[in-house]
């Protein structure tokens, strides 16, 4: 399978406790974007790279949040001190900019990463 | 305030029906996806439609592309139960990279 995936599937963790989520993108796209999702919305820009560079974070992301794409491949999404506020699911999706003109950006999803704070 | 408006947010109806969903904004988009999500899954890409006033079809589905790239809609035609499940459209605004999506339309298609 060479789609978006992402790990751990599901995560239950207690409060005050850090969590970090990996993704693994299509291997030719270049850009990688992390969401969150909670039920019954759609999912919600945090941020994406193009390569290894960090082009822009939401206002969603707090200081407490924080991700990372060390060599452009995968990435990973750290939550520290973790509330339950944060209970959702992290999607990460992965898009190319080649052939832009003619397919738009068009962004390809992983399952997701379901987050329970306890 | 969503930037991408979906409409309606629920939808319930008998198999065979068919339905159309509204995807609008006042900004324009150099391009719209609609994707299609289930419970506990990520979303799944059905169509992109890029240039104003295109039209796709994907089997029972017709997306279509507003002239002005402000808006779109998904019509279906004959629901069936398998066609139950979140649609999303989503976009990427005239020189941008960020996708930001609607709220989405929970469609129940009943046997």
């Known amino acids: 399978d060479t789609g978006v995936s992402q790990d751990p599937r599901h995560k239950i963790t207690k409060r005050g406790q850090n969590v970090t989520f990996r993704c693994d993108p299509i291997?030719?796209?270049?850009?990688l974007y992390w969401y969150r999702q909670t039920l019954g919305q759609g999912p919600e820009f945090l941020t994406y790279?193009?390569?290894?560079?960090?082009?822009?974070k939401s206002r969603l992301l707090s200081d407490r949040f924080s991700a990372e794409r060390p060599k452009g491949s995968f990435s990973t999404l750290e939550i520290q001190r973790t509330e339950q506020g944060d209970s959702a699911m992290y999607l990460c999706?992965?898009?190319?900019?080649?052939?832009?003109?003619?397919?738009?950006?068009?962004?390809?999803f992983g399952e997701g990463s379901w987050l329970t704070v306890v | 305030t969503q930037l991408l408006e979906q409409s309606p947010q629920f939808l319930s109806i008998q198999e065979g029906e068919n339905l159309t969903v509204y995807c609008n904004s006042s900004?324009?988009?150099?391009?719209l996806q609609w994707y299609r999500q289930e419970p506990g899954e990520g979303p799944v890409l059905l169509v992109t439609?890029?240039?104003?006033?295109e039209v796709k079809k994907l089997k029972r589905l017709t997306f279509q592309f507003g002239d002005a790239r402000k808006d779109s809609s998904l019509h279906i035609t004959a629901a069936q139960p398998g066609d139950t499940g979140l649609y999303l459209c989503?976009?990427?605004?005239?020189?941008?990279?960020?996708?930001?999506f609607g709220a989405g339309t929970r469609l129940f298609v009943k046997a």
């Open positions: 291997s030719e796209h270049n850009r």
């Open positions: 790279f193009q390569n290894e560079a960090q082009l822009e």
């Open positions: 989503a976009g990427d605004r005239t020189g941008g990279f960020k996708t930001i």
């Open positions: 900004s324009v988009f150099s391009s």
């Open positions: 999706a992965s898009s190319s900019n080649r052939g832009r003109g003619h397919s738009g950006n068009t962004i390809y």
């Open positions: 439609v890029v240039t104003g006033g």
